[in-house]
């Protein structure tokens, strides 16, 4: 119902709101910025060098050819705009899922949920832990990701504690039918897997639920585009009873379920679907793994990635044991990594470097971990070319 949760939005108002709009420390200051706390967590977000990015880094369908396939650039604004839309309607604040929105996905690695898994099996091999884009999101905003300030120095992001909740806590892969905010306040670091605990606003759970559903009608819209859902037509129809006229595609499907939310959301029960309309999501889930996701198209790519990312990480990794040896095989991508790393390295920093220290040199954990976050904020096409100069002459 339309303002039903107005009592709940993030403003002054809530008993949270001390703990949403925390910073690590507190953020220079003009004297005359006329942005609320969120809104300055936005423009810090889309002024960063990670969220520009995203235009340059697949989404589902790798290198397409199509202009109009959807990019990890797109599918943000997307899941802005649907979650814009709920919270408008629910007396929630916009302003803060703006925020959230646009920086869920800012952890994404090339090649999607591939590049993802092949992240990760390289992190659990040197680290021991598994990498996922939502922390890596939050660690990446934390730690990594600069701007520079009015004096010309570079500084970390330093989000408020609202939108760094809502990036890590942002997993569109939920299956109950009823989700609400926690109560607690909790070290954000304390999170050792997707989804373990539910965003701690009510706006952080609007972006939860849109980024499932801007991803499920788009894929479906590009895999249509794209020509690979050819043969399966007539079982989408069928399995779809949602529009009087028959017709089927992003925009019916979005406003659909859109609508069916912001109605049968409340207090008590949560952002909540009907019955029918989550047994459609459900099934519209299910079909697109069967048929996109888990598409033949799709799998000769994964060795591909594979090959990539490896030679990259054990490329930068011989740097750590050999490198001069290393700086004289590869200089340009030696090049291009000292100048990102000496950013973070506890060595001789540069004066207008404000941000953490975090990579202790003598360290190789720590080099591993530089050398993750680096792949991890790669493009698809920058990760290509990096590989190409390494196997070149």
């Known amino acids: 119902m339309r303002n039903s949760l107005k009592d709940f939005v993030a403003n002054e108002n809530n008993p949270k709101w001390e703990n949403m709009i925390k910073r690590e420390k507190e953020l220079y200051s003009r004297g005359n910025d ?49 979650s814009n839309t709920i919270a408008n309607y629910l007396g929630l604040n916009t302003e803060l ?50 701007l520079e300030d009015d004096k010309k120095n570079l500084q970390n992001l330093n989000l408020t504690y609202a939108v760094r909740d809502g990036i890590i806590s942002h997993c569109g892969e939920i299956d109950q039918n009823s989700l609400k905010p926690r109560e607690e306040t909790i070290d954000l670091y304390d999170y050792q897997y997707p989804n373990q605990f539910n965003p701690y606003t009510w706006e952080g759970c609007v972006v939860k639920i849109a980024d499932k559903i801007a991803y499920l009608g788009r894929d479906i819209q590009d895999a249509i585009t794209l020509g690979i859902l050819d ?61 996109i996701y888990l598409d033949d198209h799709l799998k000769p790519s994964l060795d591909y990635f594979e090959l990539i990312l490896n030679t990259i990480y054990h490329t930068l990794k011989r740097y750590f044991f050999e490198k001069e040896k290393a700086q004289k095989m590869y200089p340009e991508i030696v090049k291009d990594f000292e100048e990102w790393i000496e950013r973070y390295w506890d060595l001789e920093r540069k004066e207008n470097f404000k941000n953490h220290s975090i990579f202790h040199m003598d360290s190789e954990k720590a080099f591993c971990q530089a050398i993750i976050y680096y792949i991890s904020g790669m493009t698809d096409n920058f990760a290509i070319d990096t590989y190409q100069k390494i196997i070149g002459f």
Not at 45 to 61: C, E, G, L, N, P
Not at 115 to 137: A, C, P, V, Y
Request: proline share 2%.
């Open 231 to 291: 043969e399966h037509l007539k079982e989408l129809y069928e399995l779809i009873e949602i529009s009087e006229d028959n017709v089927i595609n992003n925009t019916v499907i979005i406003n659909h379920l859109v609508y069916d939310l912001c109605e049968n959301s409340n207090p008590e029960e949560g952002l909540k679907f009907s019955e029918k309309a989550f047994r459609f999501m459900n099934k519209l889930k299910e079909f697109n793994y069967k048929y």
């Open 34 to 82: 006329i942005r609320s706390e969120f809104e300055r967590d936005y423009t810090r977000v889309i002024h960063s060098q990670a969220y520009r990015r995203m235009k340059h880094k697949t989404q589902v369908f790798f290198s397409p050819t199509d202009d109009h396939v959807c990019t990890r650039m797109e599918h943000v604004i997307l899941v802005e705009s649907i």
């Open 97 to 146: 899922t703006k925020a959230i929105a646009m920086a869920h996905d800012i952890g994404h690695s090339p090649f999607g949920h591939q590049g993802e898994r092949i992240l990760s099996k390289i992190s659990q091999m040197d680290l021991g832990k598994t990498f996922w884009h939502e922390r890596n999101g939050m660690e990446i905003v934390d730690k990594i990701e600069l």
